[in-house]
């Protein structure tokens, strides 16, 4: 059945920056983004309910279900949405819409179990384990696996490893026995790579060679990723092909990190991580130890950077020199630590056609007037 998925207004300011360019459905966890697991639970295509200057790139569409685009789908939370009736809407025990069937709907139900959902920007690599073994399932019934893999490469936990036919891998360890291991068609392992699984390697990316992935990381569509990482998910079209550590964080598309880009993800007292939120204006607690940065799209960093525990970037970032920059960085900022200056929009726009440029593709007219009206309410009212 078609859908739509819908954004709760105050969330979606709470999700900033990943939610500036995109509906909150179009979000990563796990393999997929929100809007597939939905469309492959459903069997249906999903429409989006969101700031109405998306609605060019992401459609909405009049349904008769509706669903809270937040939400990770699972047995549970589907049956209980599918059996609504006309008229009925399913909330949350803290009075949160998770779902309504029609164009109103004024008989509530509560929903009942474990409603999982998230809620900041920690959620994304939260829950990416959880999500990688729930995606990993429908792949296996879905996808054809490759009949023959490299002699070279090392597997263990093979029962919990699926390489799609069209992959490329080359002398890798890969060892599912912590949890599994996805490696798309088109995906290249290059030699060297040591996998630790969960782990998603989506179509067209690429691990460098000599790369360290110690579990529960999603690397996106296009992207290629180096060095040593610890659940983390990159969105897609991102990069980071060089040494360096990165842990506990999440990053955007078109994003870039150079050589020797360096994450912290704990604290030397190893206290609670604070995160700056963009709808609040503030840092708030995110009951995390660990928790590394928050890289919106666009951004890049330049070699050697260092980027400090619970860092958010904007969008369109530009980080240069040594030291540690403050961990919030707004958007289309440029320059070192110790001096950022704001972009010309020019300037600004060319940068963003060349990284599309950089991965074979074009910034589209609908993608630039999107950019256009981000990029005036990023200057006029902050709310990026």
């Not at 990563?28 to 459903?42: A, D, P, S, T």
């Not at 990482?229 to 897609?236: D, E, I, L, R, S």
Request: glycine share 10%.
């Amino acid at each position: 059945m078609d859908f739509t998925l819908f954004d709760e207004s105050d969330l979606r300011k709470h999700l900033m920056p990943f939610t500036a360019l995109r509906p909150i459905g179009h979000i990563r966890v796990g393999v997929f983004c929100l809007y597939e697991k939905w469309e492959m639970h459903l069997q249906g295509k999903a429409s989006f309910r969101s700031a109405d200057y998306l609605q060019t790139l992401f459609p909405f569409r009049e349904n008769e279900w509706n669903i809270n685009a937040a939400l990770l789908p699972d047995e549970n939370i589907v049956q209980q949405i599918v059996a609504l009736t006309t008229g009925e809407k399913l909330m949350s025990t803290d009075g949160t819409l998770l779902a309504y069937r029609g164009s109103s709907a004024n008989k509530e139900r509560i929903a009942t179990g474990v409603v999982r959902k998230i809620h900041r920007l920690w959620d994304i690599f939260s829950f990416n384990g959880a999500e990688i073994k729930n995606d990993f399932e429908w792949i296996c019934k879905t996808r054809r696996r490759a009949l023959q893999i490299d002699s070279a490469t090392v597997l263990y936990g093979k029962e919990n490893i699926f390489i799609e036919e069209g992959a490329s891998i080359k002398a890798a360890v890969i060892n599912a026995e912590t949890g599994p291991v996805f490696i798309a068609k088109g995906a290249e392992v290059q030699e060297g790579t040591l996998i630790r699984g969960g782990f998603a390697l989506c179509e067209g990316a690429v691990t460098a060679m000599g790369s360290k992935f110690r579990g529960d990381c999603t690397i996106g569509p296009y992207s290629k990723v180096g060095g040593e990482v610890n659940n983390t998910v990159f969105f897609g079209y991102s990069n980071k092909g060089h040494d360096g550590y990165i842990g506990n964080s999440v990053v955007g598309e078109w994003c870039n990190l150079a050589a020797a880009t360096n994450v912290s993800n704990m604290k030397n007292n190893h206290s609670e991580v604070r995160v700056y939120n963009m709808a609040y204006g503030t840092f708030e607690k995110t009951g995390k130890v660990f928790c590394g940065v928050f890289i919106g799209d666009y951004s890049r960093c330049g070699i050697g950077t260092t980027l400090n525990t619970g860092s958010v970037l904007g969008i369109g970032v530009n980080l240069f020199d040594t030291g540690f920059p403050e961990k919030f960085v707004p958007s289309y900022s440029w320059g070192t630590p110790q001096e950022l200056n704001s972009f010309r929009k020019a300037e600004w726009f060319q940068m963003a056609e060349q990284t599309k440029k950089l991965k074979q593709q074009t910034l589209s007219a609908e993608e630039r007037a999107m950019l256009e009206i981000v990029w005036e309410q990023n200057n006029l009212y902050n709310i990026n």
